[in-house]
Nanobody
Framework: QVQLVESGGGLVQAGDSLRLSCAASGMTFSRYNMGWFRQAPGKEREFVAAIRWTGSTHYVDSVKGRFTISRDDAKNTVYLLMNSLKLEDTAVYYC?????????????????WGQGTQVTVSS
């Protein structure tokens, strides 16, 4: 079955950068849309970024210009490069995989999820 394993989270200061990775297995990676979502304490899980199997990308407005999603189909891995991190970026970040052409910015578009990696931004 599909397995997604995130890595790269940690504790950083505001303004720092961090790169998350998500290694996928049990799937034909190149055919999947991949996404990153995050969930802060007491809040709903929210969309952050997605990259279609075609390579086109989507971002939530709050991270545009700061975050970059990319994929390496040869390595079955999707990345999220996060620059200029802010306190409000603190959350558990989840990797997701899906085949839907719709809902690319919505949880409904993704059927497989990783276990999450914690990102904490301090002042």
């Amino acid at each position: 079955q599909v397995q997604l394993v995130e890595s790269g989270g940690g504790l950083v200061q505001a303004g720092d950068s961090l790169r998350l990775s998500c290694a996928a297995s049990g799937m034909t990676f190149s055919r999947y849309n991949m996404g990153w979502f995050r969930q802060a304490p007491g809040k709903e899980r929210e969309f952050v970024a997605a990259i279609r199997w075609t390579g086109s990308t989507h971002y939530v407005d709050s991270v545009k210009g700061r975050f970059t999603i990319s994929r390496d189909d040869a390595k079955n891995t999707v990345y999220l490069l996060m620059n200029s991190l802010k306190l409000e970026d603190t959350a558990v970040y989840y990797c997701a995989a899906g085949l839907s052409s719709l809902y690319i910015t919505d949880k409904r578009g993704f059927g497989s999820w990783g276990q999450g990696t914690q990102v904490t931004v301090s002042s």
